[in-house]
Every structure is written in C-alpha cells, then in structure tokens.
C-alpha cells in the first residue's frame, strides 16, 4: 500500500487478496486493483463532487461502488471527489470556505475529466452529483459518451447540470420536485434485463422518489417505474429507473439511491430490509457492467412514437 498526494487529492492503490476492502473514505482517487485471475477489467470514474445540495449517503455509495468493483472484478474505480467538511477546507469560522472547496472541487475535475483523461475511461459514474459542476469542458463530455463512452447516474445525477440541456437530453429526464420519503412498489418493466431480472413483478423500497420533466418514453428503454404518484397515489407516469443508448454510447440511470440503507445492507437506522440494498447493488452493478461494454442489452424503447 502506498500513498500519492498534492494540494487536494490523495491516492491509494489497494492489492486486493479477498480480504474485505478498507471502508475508509479518502479526499481524493480510490484506485481499486482487481482480483488476479479476472479478466483486465474496465475502468471506471466515480464523480461524487457537488455544488448543490450534498447527500449523507455519498461515502456510503462511494464505498459501494469501490466494493462492486472489488468483488465483481468487472470494473476498477477511481474517485472524482472533495469532501467539503475536510480540515483542509475550513474556514476561519470553522466551516468549510467556499471559495476553497469550489476551487478544489475546479482541479479535481480538470484532472479527471479533461477530453484527454476521458479517453482513459470507460465510463463515468455521476453518484449523487448536484449543481452545474465545473467541468474543464462540458461538450467534451458529452461528445465523450456519444462516442462510444458510458454513463450511468444515481439518483441526484438528475439533479445535474439544469442549464446545460445537452446532459438532460442524454441522461433522459430532468429532476422537477420529490416529497416526503415514502414505500413504493416500482413495477419491473423488463424481467430479462440483467439489471431486472433478479426483482419481482413489484418490488418495495422505501427512498425519496423523485419526479421528472422533460422524459420522454419513446427515447428510453424503461426498467423500473411506478404507475402512480409515489405520495398521493394519483394515477399517472412517474420513471424510476431506465437505459438508453446515446449515439454509439450507453446511459444507464437509477433514481433510487437517496437513503444509506438503499446503497448498503448494514447501514444503521434502517427503513429498508437489506435484502433492497442486496437487490438495488445488483441492479446498479449490472447496469455499469453494460454502460461499460461488458454486456449487450435490447435498449429498444417499449413505447414507439405515435
């Protein structure tokens, strides 16, 4: 084990032997080598920064995803992250200066998600992202994915980039509102999809659900959806979870995700059975596993347009 560090990220590369990975999360890029007799596995950027509203569960999903890739030995992980609560960042009040941490939060991506260091990845992974993040070139990235790169999104990944209407465009939807945390009952859409196949006809989770505007069924291949409004129960069209391919890229997105007990099966104060945070770590884990080119899945949307 051994450590690499600058003025704001930290690097550490773990030789993985079946042992339980570190639990730690560091300020910085998690590097995760693969088991030795896996197959070269792909590579994977996480990007948990934000410039809105920031999620407990974010080291709870970034543990996660360094933990799918570990066991799966599909995919390594390196992390695109500035944890705002750091020393390093705080203020002379004593919490965090914002201008230190939007520049922090400037280098990190400008490393990690130049046109250059995208080429490096085969996908990106936006977990819990919010705001319009300062990434060195945003039709870069775009272009990026549809050219042949993945992506996937968890939950606030819809709560991304609302002025830049090429994101919205490729994830599919845009976050308009959600309400109080509630038990829903997402209707599988698609049994045979790998993502799916392992729920039930309805299967129950409780999170905070959002709603969307500007989703178009005709443009996505649906997997899991409600067909109510998560609160009042009014009959209507409210998405949870689907797939589209973008140009020669593949997009994945997941609403789920907002609570720590969705993403792991041993978090504290639990709503959730962890058999949902087993099922929902599937689900996401089978969805990176075509964003990056290791699975071929009928992405067809179900709906033509009329």
């Not at 509203?53 to 992980?77: D, M, N, W, Y």
């Not at 209407?165 to 845009?174: I, K, N, S």
């Not at 945070?277 to 990176?288: D, M, N, R, V």
Request: proline share 7%; charged share 25%; hydrophobic share 35%.
């Amino acid at each position: 084990m051994f450590w690499q560090s600058n003025k704001f990220m930290k690097t550490i590369d773990l030789a993985l032997s079946g042992g339980l990975l570190c639990t730690g999360i560091i300020t910085g890029i998690l590097a995760i080598a693969s088991p030795a007799h896996a197959a070269t596995p792909k590579k994977v950027l996480v990007v948990t920064t934000t410039t809105g509203f920031r999620h407990s569960s974010i080291p709870t999903a970034e543990k996660i995803l360094a933990l799918l890739g570990q066991e799966s030995g599909a995919f390594t992980v390196e992390y695109a992250r500035v944890e705002p609560n750091d020393p390093q960042f705080k203020g002379s009040d004593g919490k965090p200066d914002k201008d230190k941490v939007e520049e922090a939060i400037k280098t990190v991506l400008a490393e990690k998600m130049s046109p250059a260091a995208l080429k490096t990845y085969d996908a990106v992974i936006f977990a819990n992202t919010t705001g319009d993040l300062p990434l060195p070139d945003k039709e870069a990235f775009i272009e990026w994915v549809k050219s042949g790169g993945g992506f996937v999104g968890m939950h606030a990944a819809g709560d991304t980039f609302h002025h830049f209407a090429p994101y919205l465009d490729m994830v599919g939807a845009e976050f308009k509102k959600h309400e109080a945390q509630v038990e829903v009952d997402p209707i599988n859409q698609d049994s045979q999809c790998p993502a799916c196949r392992h729920l039930p006809e309805n299967w129950k989770v409780f999170d905070e659900i959002y709603q969307f505007q500007n989703f178009d069924r005709t443009k996505v291949h649906g997997l899991l959806t409600l067909d109510k409004h998560p609160n009042n129960k009014t009959p209507g069209d409210y998405p949870i979870s689907w797939c589209k391919q973008y140009g020669k890229g593949r997009v994945f997105y997941t609403s789920l995700g907002h609570r720590e007990d969705v993403w792991d099966p041993n978090a504290p104060d639990r709503k959730n059975p962890k058999e949902v945070a087993e099922a929902y770590q599937k689900h996401i884990l089978e969805g990176i596993k075509w964003a990056v080119g290791l699975e071929k899945w009928n992405v067809k949307p179900q709906k033509s347009q009329e």
